[in-house]
């Protein structure tokens, strides 16, 4: 269908000046006021998205009294079913011709399903028997990830577009990570607030829905103030196979999948274990908050240092050693019980900073495998590439919850009882040395990957 052509990117700040080592190309700059629009639906966003990771399983065990095997089993079966979604809406929105472009009007049309979905989950009738409780939670989950689906893809794919430059979408998505860790900030200072009120319902029940209400804001203003690059229109692959058959030869992006997957197993199931280890190892609710918010100030706080180290040593070196500490950090968790709370707070703190760099970097490296895609095909096919890459991030992180899950119920757990031995030895390991086990599998799998700077311009696209 034709249409008006969509706006090209804009506003770009002019490149810097001076000499350019080793022959590189000046790099577009993107306008501050542009990092900030792409970043800022992140942010309401990414409340929603630490509250699930952070507390949901627990509030469905502890408050609604669901089993933590069947959480897990729901959890896992509508993040499968959002993997599924993840190529159609990658490859629909390649595909996507409108006066909008081809990402902008998924965002668009998620905002709503996105806040709905979200204040479902928190909200179910508190009449419901538990057969019908369990299929309200289901639903709940389906539309939010669905949702989600349909908006993270296209985000992201937008990323990719308008930041071309080698170091400048590091700066692009170091600015998304900001708004990301800051969702996560202010989702551990909710989960504060939950733990300290005194109806936990009530609580959640009015978060859910301000933040709802929140994330549709900034979504709508970041789509108004965006504008994407018109010569990209038409340039998704020829079909899906084709899109498939491409990323399945391309093996930069082979190797990211097993990047991607890993630390994600890892660190889900730490986050998702966090608060029965404040509960029942720490014997304090109320310390998951300094626990979790340390950590995510921390990444916040951190976030500014990736892009000029990476500038400097390497994103893969810079990668790597970011990870390979973090893991290092995560394995003193399973002596939480023995720390002092400052100690505790520190370990968190110094994890934190390093996460906030495997973020940053990853998506950027994501950005530049895409760029090789577009050298070999003459397509530009970001949201295949990132539907591809975050379907692996859903089943990890079903994976790793479903497993959280059993093994809890293995262990034999019981909600809001003190706990046998194996129940908190199977705590204690969740949230240590899984992570720091799945972290460091995480770099054996980059350790080889070489598409560095000097590559990626010898592709001749930025």
């Known amino acids: 269908m034709a249409t008006a052509p969509v706006e090209s990117a804009r506003p770009l700040a002019p490149a810097s000046r001076g000499p350019e080592p080793d022959g590189a190309r000046r790099e577009e700059r993107l306008a501050r006021s542009v990092v900030a629009a792409y970043a800022a639906p992140i942010l309401g966003v990414g409340v929603m998205w630490h509250m699930i990771g952070f507390y949901f399983l627990k509030f469905a065990t502890d408050v609604l009294l669901l089993g933590p095997a069947l959480v897990g089993g729901i959890f896992a079966a509508a993040r499968v079913w959002d993997a599924i979604s ?9 595909r996507t011709r409108t006066r909008l472009g081809r ?3 998924w965002m668009i049309a998620a905002a709503l399903p996105l806040a709905i979905g979200f204040a479902a989950l928190w909200n179910p009738p508190r009449e419901l028997a538990p057969a019908a409780l369990a299929i309200w939670v289901a639903a709940a989950f389906f539309l939010f990830y669905t949702a989600l689906t349909a908006f993270r893809i296209p985000h992201l794919s937008l990323g990719a577009e308008l930041a071309r430059g080698y170091h400048d979408r590091t700066r692009l998505f170091a600015g998304s990570s900001f708004a990301d860790a800051s969702g996560g900030l202010l ?6 607030l939950v733990v300290e009120g005194g109806d936990i319902r009530a609580t959640t029940s009015t978060v859910s829905l301000v933040a709802g209400l929140v994330a549709i804001t900034l979504i709508v203003l970041s789509v108004l103030r965006l504008r994407e ?23 930069h992006a082979r190797r990211m999948l097993w990047v991607v997957f890993l630390p994600v197993v890892g660190l889900v199931c730490g986050a998702t274990t966090a608060p029965y280890g404040a509960e029942y190892l720490l014997g304090d609710p109320a310390r998951l908050a300094s626990f979790l918010g340390s950590f995510a100030l921390a990444a916040l706080l951190g976030i500014p240092c990736w892009a000029p180290l990476s500038r400097r040593f390497g994103k893969r070196p810079t990668w790597i050693a970011a990870r390979g500490l973090e893991a290092l950090f995560f394995a003193t968790f399973f002596f939480i019980d023995a720390m002092p709370p400052w100690m505790v707070v520190a370990m968190a703190s110094c994890a934190g900073f390093l996460e906030g760099g495997g973020g940053v970097l990853l998506t950027s490296l994501e ?18 590439y990132f539907a591809a890459w975050s379907l692996t991030a859903k089943t990890a992180l079903s994976a790793a919850v479903l497993v959280v899950g059993v093994s809890l119920e293995i ?3 019981e909600p809001g009882v003190s706990q046998s031995e194996s129940s908190r030895t199977a705590i204690r390991v969740l949230m240590s040395l899984v992570p720091a086990g799945f972290l460091l599998l995480g770099v054996a799998a980059i350790w080889r990957f070489d598409l560095d700077e000097k590559a990626h311009r ?4 930025a």
């Open 187 to 192: 989702g551990v200072a909710v989960l504060l």
């Open 229 to 251: 690059r018109s010569q990209n229109l038409d340039r998704g692959a020829r079909g899906p196979w084709s899109a498939f058959h491409d990323l399945r030869h391309n093996p």
């Open 86 to 94: 993840d190529p159609l809406a990658g490859y629909w929105s390649d």
């Open 458 to 461: 010898r592709l001749g696209l």
């Open 103 to 105: 990402r902008r009007p």
């Open 411 to 413: 262990a034999g757990f």
């Open 367 to 384: 950005a530049d495998v895409i760029d090789y895609d577009e050298a070999r095909t003459g397509e530009r096919k970001e949201g295949t």
